[in-house]
């Protein structure tokens, strides 16, 4: 929320500050690549796909954004962020590219091992009093927490609770809000639970049985006529539903013998009850355990097991490409052979300007 003087008269001292999520799952922790915003920005976007594999249905996603002004220097005696931002902007050349993200990349560094991150509680280990001056500090200036209870298709906006105040160097005018897409994939809906032969009644006749190979998997119990159709991809001999609501009882036989098993579901708007039967009780009692641990599984991970939802794959983290020569030579430099395109000739006095401009830089 940038003052209007600020952003659209572009008036008053700049402010600018680098700025990085932090995300927590468990032990899962994980960042957001950096990125540097002044009033020339409206949003921060992180376009990091970030994937926890270790969340239960009862997890707690900690989100939190921290923030260095970039004013400060990086430390005594050596150049700070305004001196960096002077050489890789204004010099527009490779090796002030370089020499900007070299200092830049140890200023991370010198952070990471200097406090960790401000207001998160961690104990840093006694540095030497040179070690501990380097680096900008980054605090806590927004946090949110997500649970299943958020998590839709689509992209939804949350509430942020601001950490920082106006008068902190690092603080930016947030709106209080963020915006992303937050799924879930249960395994239970993208791994097989179960699988082997299985007897499965037909028809009302006791005696008409048919032996079926099942994989239990998302909202189905899948029956083929045999492994090989499986294999095959072949189209399944049945579909039995299998969702949250779906009740799962044992017939009221001896226990040391075959029980039967009852599937109670909805298909098509009606309620149907389907019955197997395995080929041991060692069979019978672990096809029941995992048809009761699948529901149970769906029921805890709600509306996340209505439909599986997609999680794009995250993008691998490469490095930027810098460009190679300066602004000064890309346009006094005459193309090479080959190009396609050549360099329109400047005037000496042009070709003068740029020299200066570069030289006193």
Known sequence: MWKD?????????????????????????YDTDMVMVDRTLTDICFEDTIVFKEAGPGFQLRVELYSSSAVEDFSPGTLGPRRVGYLGGSLGCSSGKK???????????????????????NVSP???PNMSRLGPKYNLLAHTTLTIEHIKDGFKTHDLSIAATEESAFWLPLYGNMCCRF????????????????????????????????????????CYQSEEDLESEDEPLLVIPVKKDTLVCLSETDPGQCQSIFISTEHDGEDVTYTLITHSPADTRRWTEALWRHVFNMSQWKQCCDHLMKIETPRSRKAIT?????LYH????????????A?????????????????ER
């Open 5 to 29: 003087t600020e952003y659209f008269k572009n008036k008053g001292e700049l402010h600018r500050c680098a700025v990085f999520c932090l995300l927590q799952c468990g032990t899962e922790i």
């Open 99 to 121: 020499i900007r993200a070299a200092l830049e990349s140890a200023a991370v560094c010198g952070s990471v091992l200097n406090s960790g991150f401000a207001g998160h509680g």
């Open 126 to 128: 006694p540095l030497s």
């Open 183 to 222: 799924m879930a994939q249960p395994l239970c809906m993208i791994q097989p639970v179960m699988r082997g032969k299985l007897k499965l009644k037909l028809e009302e006749d006791l005696n008409c049985w048919e032996n079926v190979f099942c994989v239990l998997r998302g909202h189905s119990l899948l």
């Open 322 to 326: 810098v460009r190679q020569g300066s």
């Open 330 to 341: 890309e346009i006094v430099t005459p193309s090479s052979p080959g190009d396609g395109c």
């Open 343 to 359: 360099v329109p000739d400047l005037s000496a006095e042009i070709r003068t300007l740029l020299y200066s401009y570069y030289k």
